[in-house]
């Protein structure tokens, strides 16, 4: 069978991590610039060889239009010749990556910054208003204020809820999830929740949000920004760090109500993703998932086919996924535990691994990545095979 | 008493009928002409049969939980003293699933398939919130 063009056409060559959460020393435009200079610089390029800027703006950038070209005038870039603002919610990291490797593959350019950042958290308020979390995400649609629901923690938990009624997925389920990423975080030093351990006791005993989420079983929130440097396999040899080749990508887009589906773009993503790698499940060495909720990562898993449907839920409560289990999801506590920066959280752990870089969360074996990124309700889903080795 | 009063519904061209009936203390759903499918909220265009063509038709009011979720954390001042209520989704005897609160129950004792019925809360003057409880034996 030939093999595709795209495959390992591309790879990441640099990663640009601006410090996470509670920060404000910038805003949502000045966390991209210095994501963009860190993974230059991490990448041992400079402005000048950047003929392309993709960017995702999260909450933040919503009175900034063309976000892209923003960006381009912040950094004083000169004859770009790709440039878009992409918006598949949390399913846009990877496809930026996607359209970055494209584009080089058709040669129309050569070395491309792939940008996440969001300033959703205002510095604490002496008194009076408080800027939280909740009210950051809290958005209402349309008249359904008037019934008091508000934000995207009660859009998942009515599908959550379902997929509790019709696979018997139980609280303890969620909850082992997030124990398993609260596991890894403690390995990472950049997670947010690092110090924080947690126990099924704990998991419970903490407040509710919109029931049957717990605390826990919500992302966090946090200021900052994300980048990766994207350039061709071949100039990805010459450079300062180990290459991470694209081996394989895939969207997947459903429709529909997700209350009924219960099921992530990824039935549709995976095949074509694996099918341009050569690879089958079995190859994956490391995985990191969109973990908006706790119930993403057990619907994502389903998907992928690492469980049968609806049967992620006594999957993850075997703690396979967490450190020392025999599958390694989220290594870095994913955004349960580490930080979120949408879908560029998964992209960033699964580079650190493949690098090498994992420190006490390294995996042993690290030559293939699966990651996912997913946007709205299950309503967009995105899908990178990553690999240490050229294709 | 100077309590932030709850945010009312945005009453849009498109969901003007459904209010105003509702004012009557009546529930309908828009109806597609093209392929006859109750829909809720109302929308422009059929997503079954593409057709602009529709109209309102009044429902039982009688339907089942499809979903639920209890709102603990307070997005809004408004329903700080609200907290823990459920918002439910329900499947209208018709077909269409309409989000609303559950009343009249407490929030551990829902379940997904429960039959519950419309009741209607006039929340001002001009304005009627259709909401659902725990259906009732026929009298």
Redesign the interface.
Known sequence: MPSDPLRGAAAIVGLGVTPQGKVYHTGALGFAVDAVKLALEDAGLTREDLDGVLLNPGLAWADLGMGSFQLQQAMGLRNLRLSATMNLGGATACAMIQHASQAIAAGLATTVACVFSDMPLKPPAPKGDRASAASAYGFARGWEQAYGFFGVNAMYALVARRHMHRYGTTQDHLGSVAIAQRRWAALNPAAQLREQALTLDDYHRSRWIVEPFHLFDCCLVSNGGLAVIVTSAERARNLRRPPVYLWGMGQGHLGGDPADTLTSGAVLAREPAFRMAQITLRDVDVVELYDCYTFTVVVTLEDYGFCAKGEGGPFVAEQVTGPGGRLAVNTGGGQLASFYMWGMTPVSEAVIQLRGDGGERQVPRHDVALVSGNGGILSTHSTLVLSRLPA | MTAVA???????PE?APFWEAARRHELVVQRCAGCGAHRF?ARELCSRCLSREAGWERVSGRGQV???????????TA?AD?V??A?V?VELDEGA?M???LVECP?DAIV?GMPVEVVFED?APD?T?P?FRPRRAAA
């Open positions: 709850r945010p009312l519904p945005q009453i849009t969901m909220p499809f979903s639920f979720a209890i709102m603990h954390q307070v997005y809004h329903f609200a823990p209520y918002i989704v699933r989000l609303s609160n929030t997904i929340v304005v919130l909401k």
